[in-house]
């Protein structure tokens, strides 16, 4: 018997990637909008989420000082290269989007760069959360370019951060399911 979730991938499998994510956007925004308050009033969640935002601004920082926003830019604007390719806005859950508006980052609701990933600007990423696919994901060039020590360190930040990614995400589900009950099957913010 094929179930609730494998026909959603079935009925997606016939959308394009701009309508996969902006309905994803739109879900997100309502869920943000009907239970934001709710959430904000645990005090394990606002933990959880502020716990996650230093994390991130950890792992940026540290990858700012190995240069490694630098090269993407180069590769990416300059070189017209970059890996953040059409289609990888497929990454991005509602889940992930929820928790941009839950820290209110801006969340892109247009595609900016024809033929790249739905979230990419000028100057690289727009989105704070970002998928796990994102965050730990180093090519060739950019392994050349690191330390191999301070590599090994930003390993550990951002094992840190997607651990965090993943309790909140969890966090957020069971919530949402005690709210919603069934409902939130049909949702699949988780994918
Ligand atoms: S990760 Fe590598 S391929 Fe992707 S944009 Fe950065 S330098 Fe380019
Ligand atoms: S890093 Fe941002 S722009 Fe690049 S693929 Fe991921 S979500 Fe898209």
Redesign the pocket.
């Known amino acids: 018997m094929i179930s609730r979730l494998a026909l959603k991938y079935v009925r997606d499998a016939d959308k394009n990637p701009t309508a996969l994510i902006k309905e994803k956007i739109e879900k997100a925004k309502e869920l943000y909008q009907n239970f934001g308050e709710y959430f904000y009033k645990d005090p394990k969640f606002v933990d959880l989420l502020k716990k996650y935002e230093k994390a991130v601004e950890k792992s940026n920082e540290m990858m700012s000082n190995m240069k490694s926003f630098e090269e993407c830019y180069i590769c990416t604007v300059v070189e017209k290269k970059g ?3 059409i289609g ?2 497929t ?2 859950t509602i889940n992930i989007l929820l928790i941009n508006y839950f820290l209110k980052k801006p969340v892109p609701e247009e595609r900016e760069v024809p033929g ?5 600007g000028p100057l ?4 704070f959360a ?2 796990y ?3 730990d994901y180093f090519c060739k060039r950019l392994l050349e370019k690191f330390d191999p020590n301070e590599y090994i360190l930003l390993t550990q930040v951002l094992n840190e951060e997607l651990t965090l990614l993943y309790q909140i995400s969890s966090y957020i589900k069971n919530e949402l399911e005690s709210l919603m009950g069934e409902f939130l099957l049909e949702l699949d913010i988780t994918g």
């Open positions: 890996c953040c390719k990888l806005e990454e991005v790249r990933c739905f979230f990419v690289g990423c727009k989105l970002r998928p696919i994102c965050r």
